[in-house]
């Protein structure tokens, strides 16, 4: 089965900017995960969907980023206006079924986010 | 080790040994637990799970540990490879609002030296 789809891969702009990511999950997938990951750190959880619904949002800076899932596929993440403090990499999973149940997300690649 | 900033612990190990990774959770209502294998420019595969009513768990080449009297996992890697060199993360899920919340560590990067 075809893999979690990140894009772009790598993303370089001024503080300020503003920036979004893409994610499309494993087909069929009802959960939605972003995660962000800062230089030698675990995953930090931004936000969870389960089908188009926000589940968690919790540790979502709220007043810069947003986040989406039109028709409980694809999801874009957004940053307006970036800091130098996003500097990240931006890790979307997914899972299969809805929550609650103990499973296992997958990964996408990821996007390289450089704020300068 | 415990992770400072950009310093993630290292364990070097020789090709052929045996190694042990180690991970202390911080939730003792979590119930289910991940193994994560991150290589560089990769996002996290994963490698082997383990629900709290077992203590250990094999896989192919792998183990899995859970003690939860004192909330400490570890990851045991038989006749290591260079091809398992990686940061390697656990994970615990907690419940949270109704729903499933995984929780990363900080990771421990594995160097296998031929």
């Known amino acids: 089965e075809a893999g979690v789809a990140q894009s772009p891969r790598y993303k370089i702009i001024e503080k300020r900017q503003s920036v979004a990511f893409w994610c499309n999950p494993i087909?069929?997938?009802?959960?939605l995960y972003w995660y962000q990951q800062i230089l030698g750190q675990g995953p930090k959880l931004l936000i969870q969907?389960?089908?188009?619904?926000?589940?968690?949002d919790s540790q979502l800076p709220k007043d810069r980023f947003s986040a989406e899932r039109l028709k409980g596929v694809d999801s874009t993440l957004k940053i307006q206006p970036a800091k130098l403090e996003d500097s990240a990499v931006y890790l979307c999973?997914?899972?299969?079924?809805?929550?609650?149940?103990?499973?296992?997300?997958?990964f996408g690649s990821g996007t390289q986010l450089s704020v300068l | 080790g415990e992770n400072v900033g950009l310093h993630l612990p290292t364990l070097s190990v020789q090709e052929g040994d045996n190694s042990i990774i180690n991970c202390a959770y911080s939730?003792?209502?979590?119930?289910?637990f991940i193994w994560y294998k991150q290589e560089s420019g990769k996002g996290p595969q994963f490698i082997i799970d383990?629900?709290?009513?077992?203590d250990k768990r094999q896989g192919q080449r792998v183990t899995v540990l859970l003690n939860k009297t004192v909330k400490h996992l570890s990851l045991q890697i038989a006749a290591t490879q260079p091809g398992d060199s990686a940061v390697y993360f656990c994970?615990?899920?907690?419940?949270?609002?109704?729903?499933?919340?995984?929780?990363f560590g900080a990771g421990t990067r594995l160097a296998v030296h031929p």
């Open positions: 999973a997914s899972s299969r079924l809805p929550g609650p149940t103990n499973e296992k997300l997958f």
């Open positions: 087909s069929g997938h009802a959960t």
């Open positions: 969907f389960q089908n188009n619904g926000v589940v968690d």
């Open positions: 939730n003792s209502a979590s119930d289910y």
């Open positions: 383990i629900r709290s009513n077992m």
């Open positions: 994970a615990e899920n907690t419940v949270s609002g109704g729903y499933n919340k995984l929780i």
